[in-house]
């Protein structure tokens, strides 16, 4: 039973570098998020998506790009890496109707920019 | 804009102890509300939650919550905690339409337990 599947687990980055976080999910869910965790901050959602083929940006989308092409994929890209990214990344799916029902989580990606 | 407020960072409370988390939330309309639990180096797990009906909603590992309108509240109990229930805990609000709503977290609360 994966539930929700985050990879890498842990990356190193040089600034510049880009490098794209996968999340798959086997629960056949309709809703996936990005959230970044900063100590101090909590989560703050980066970006989300309702359904295959769909994207919407979050809080703090700037610097990130994502793609939902299949609705199990969800894919989080960083085209040019900075420092400030260094975070610690988690993906969560959820059925419908979403923001109103239980989210399930991957176990993170922590990425450092140095 | 929705959002949602823990006032406490870190608590310490001794094992044995009861245990209270301040949640306070800003939504206009009927909140949907959350509590998720992140044990160290670990993803969110759901303790409990509340959409309508009874304020004082049971979760797992013997939490509650109860939901007070008038005080924009959402606070969370354990009557007696023990020494596994040190993490990071979380309150959270489901925010915007049916069609295109999301999950908005507070900056959390991290629970350390004295012996």
């Known amino acids: 039973n994966a539930g929700v599947t985050q990879t890498p687990k842990f990356r190193v980055l040089k600034t510049g570098q880009s490098m794209t976080l996968l999340c798959a999910q086997d629960?056949?869910?309709?809703?996936m998020y990005w959230y970044r965790q900063d100590p101090g901050m909590g989560l703050r959602l980066i970006h989300y998506s309702v359904g295959e083929g769909t994207t919407a940006k979050g809080e703090v989308p700037d610097g990130y790009n994502v793609s939902r092409l299949k609705k199990q994929n969800f894919l989080l890209g960083l085209e040019s890496a900075a420092p400030s990214q260094t975070s610690v990344y988690f993906c969560a799916s959820s059925p419908p109707p979403g923001g109103f029902t239980e989210a399930f989580f991957g176990q993170g990606t922590r990425l450092t920019v140095v | 804009a929705q959002s949602v407020t823990q006032p406490d960072i870190h608590i310490t409370v001794s094992e044995g102890a009861s245990l209270e988390l301040r949640c306070n939330y800003s939504?206009?309309?009927?909140?949907?509300l959350f509590w998720y639990v992140q044990s160290p180096g670990q993803g969110l797990q759901l303790l409990l939650k509340y959409f309508s009906g009874d304020t004082l909603v049971q979760g797992i590992k013997g939490f509650e919550a109860e939901f007070k309108r008038s005080q924009s509240s959402f606070n969370l109990r354990k009557p007696s905690v023990h020494w596994s229930d040190a993490a990071e805990y979380f309150c959270a609000v489901g925010a915007g339409v049916s069609s295109a709503s999301k999950i908005i977290f507070g900056s959390g609360t991290r629970l350390s337990i004295r012996p």
């Open positions: 629960m056949n869910h309709e809703y």
């Open positions: 939504y206009g309309a009927t909140p949907y």
